[in-house]
């Protein structure tokens, strides 16, 4: 049984961490609101875990490497961030309201978006993007700075001429903030998504550090 402190934890929205007590949290790991540590778990140096409105949940023997981000969030839908046992997530990753089921490696700068879902077993690699919506299949392999985008998933390199295109169609803006402005009317799109997230993050006003 672990004797650390169980790193920097923080009461939000009247949620407090939970920390197994046979995992890690490096001392300098902040783990906010509704975050659900795993028996064995390891959670290193300089992760942020922030449930938001929503939750976090780290499976049995996952390692969150240092600096990497994983936030939930409650704004378009309850897009919660679910880790399985024996994940592997890298250092400098970001996993927003999505889904990794168990035995899967996310590498080094991953970043996996709202409703994806990655299936077991597979592989993320160096600095490759999950978008918005995704499923990808069981020991599924997303190559180095690549996109995978869809369900059925396909892949798209970096400098593809249908990357726009693609976007244009994904709704990211709906599903990540319920935002349905249109693709082509940036400003506004992108005023109304800051929008959504300064509201949302206002509930931090009345964090404090947890107790027990």
Known sequence: ??????????????????VHPTAYVAPTATLVGDVRIGPRARVMYGAV????GSRIEVGEATVVCENAVLRASAVAADRPVLLGDRV????????LGCTVRRACYLASSVHVLQGAVVGTGSVVAVAALVHARTVLPEEYF??????????PVRLLAP??????????????????????ASWTDRVARH??????RAAEFAAHLDDRPATG
């Open 159 to 180: 400098g593809d001429p249908e990357v726009p295109q693609v976007l244009g169609r994904l709704g990211f803006a709906a599903t990540a903030f319920g935002v349905d």
């Open 142 to 151: 997303v190559p180095p700075y690549t996109m995978a985008v869809g369900d």
């Open 49 to 52: 875990l922030d449930a938001e």
């Open 1 to 18: 049984m672990t004797t650390n402190p169980p790193g920097i934890r923080i009461e939000h929205r009247g949620a407090v961490p939970q």
């Open 191 to 196: 005023e109304r998504m800051a929008e959504v």
């Open 88 to 95: 592997f997530v890298g250092p400098h990753a970001t996993l």
